[in-house]
């Protein structure tokens, strides 16, 4: 039976490697937990505070993270495909090589956050705040950022093919070297943007 733990205090524990996957974390608090390499798929961490927790390598698949505080966490090469980040806040942290492959993101704060060379192709990041992130080699094909703010962000050599970028804010984001072949960019605003090197064909509704 999946272990309980929701809205325990659990701040500076250490979890590594540990076997939780289908446990109630909700509303706990992980602040600067160590949750490394653990196994928490299908977890329900909604609400949870995981504010500078150590998530690297961790397998968070299909896990429930709705309104969770990430904010400077390290999720770097975790495992989130299909995972439920709705309004998360991920605010500064650290998602470089992370599968977030299906995954929930609509109206997450990503601000400043590092998703480098992530995997997000087929993500819903709808309304999603990404101003300033690094998303630099990331893939993000198929992905629906649909009134999303991009502005000032790090797209350079990006997979966005066929993504959905309808209205999104794309101010000052650097899209050099990235793909936008068969992209939506129909009302996107894309004001003193980079994109020198881009590949452009296919797409809907250019407007520099």
Not at 3 to 19: K, V
Not at 25 to 37: Q, V
Not at 89 to 117: Q, V
Not at 152 to 171: E, H, M, T, Y
Request: net charge negative; proline share 0%.
């Amino acid at each position: 039976m999946p272990e309980d733990y929701s809205g325990q205090d659990l701040s500076g524990q250490d979890f590594s490697g540990a076997d939780l996957s289908g446990a109630n974390l909700s509303g706990a608090n992980l602040f600067r937990a160590n949750l490394g390499g653990a196994n928490l798929s299908e977890a329900d961490l909604s609400r949870a505070n995981l504010s500078g927790a150590n998530l690297s390598s961790a397998n968070l698949s299909k896990a429930n993270l709705r309104f969770a505080d990430l904010s400077n966490a390290d999720l770097s090469s975790a495992n989130l495909s299909g995972a439920n980040l709705f309004r998360a806040n991920l605010g500064g942290a650290n998602l470089s090589e992370a599968d977030l492959s299906s995954a929930n993101l609509s109206g997450a704060d990503l601000s400043g956050a590092d998703l480098s060379k992530a995997n997000l192709s087929g993500a819903d990041l709808s309304s999603a705040n990404l101003i300033a992130a690094d998303l630099s080699g990331a893939d993000l094909s198929r992905a629906n950022l649909s009134e999303a703010n991009l502005s000032g962000a790090d797209l350079s050599s990006a997979n966005l093919s066929k993504a959905n970028l309808r209205f999104a804010n794309l101010i000052e984001a650097n899209l050099s070297s990235a793909n936008l072949s068969k992209a939506n960019l129909i009302e996107a605003n894309l004001n003193m943007a980079r994109l020198e090197g881009a590949r452009l064909e296919g797409a809907l509704g250019l407007r520099v």
